[in-house]
């Protein structure tokens, strides 16, 4: 089953920070996050194994959630290169990687 | 991480002919997955496979239309039989090493 992401788009000056949400209804194995660039690949960012485990990558890092099911992608002072779509995806048993409608971040001078 | 070289990167193709899309990992991998993607929309899994073994297909996706080949641990193909229109789309190739998806390039299809 799919996650739910929010916002559906977000619109930055750059140096202001973000929040992107990601929830299952399903008991979760792994929580990952991915970015995408138009007409590119999805780009994996980082992964959360543990309930309660947050992990840092540069300024954007991420929280999970093991009981309510939920994630949380943060991102700090924003760059002009963060811009592109993000998408968590929820794995429910190892090898079934499910994505989110994706949140459009656009980061602006 | 692993590198995959995915060809075509493009197509255009007649209704009711077949496309065969290749997939080559630079290390090997115990499961591959093809994606289907929309232009601005999600990722949606058409199916899992492993090598030696058939694809796991998801719902709404059945092996006559989307039959994938697992030859080894650095391969795989997805085929798209007997294309319409709708099968419109771009479609990724990815790979998992236990700390995130690789994705292959896409291959952009259109069926005219």
């Known amino acids: 089953q799919q996650p739910v992401q929010s916002p559906q788009a977000v619109i930055l000056r750059e140096g202001e920070d973000a929040v992107i949400n990601c929830s299952s209804s399903?008991?979760?194995?792994?929580v990952h996050w991915y970015r995408q660039k138009h007409g590119e690949a999805p780009v994996f960012l980082m992964i959360?194994?543990?309930?309660?485990e947050q992990k840092g990558h540069d300024k954007i890092s991420a929280s999970f959630n093991e009981k309510k099911q939920q994630s949380s992608l943060y991102l700090t002072a924003s760059q002009l290169s963060y811009s592109g779509t993000y998408f968590c995806g929820t794995d429910r048993r190892g090898n079934d990687m499910r994505f989110g409608a994706g949140t459009r971040l656009t980061v602006k001078p | 991480s692993a590198v995959i070289s995915q060809k075509p990167s493009r197509d255009i193709c007649q209704r009711g002919t077949s496309l065969t899309i290749q997939c080559q990992v630079d290390s090997q991998v115990t499961m591959m997955f093809w994606y289907r993607q929309q232009p601005g929309q999600s990722l949606t899994l058409i199916a899992t496979?492993?090598?030696?073994?058939?694809?796991?297909?998801e719902s709404g996706f059945v092996i006559d239309k989307f039959p994938i080949s697992r030859p080894n641990l650095t391969f795989s193909t997805l085929t798209v039989s007997n294309m319409s229109p709708e099968d419109s789309s771009i479609y990724l190739c990815?790979?998992?090493?236990?700390?995130?998806?690789?994705f292959g390039s896409g291959t952009r299809l259109t069926v005219v």
């Open positions: 990815s790979a998992e090493q236990g700390y995130g998806y690789t």
């Open positions: 496979a492993n090598q030696g073994s058939e694809a796991t297909y």
């Open positions: 399903k008991a979760l194995y792994s």
């Open positions: 959360l194994l543990k309930g309660g």
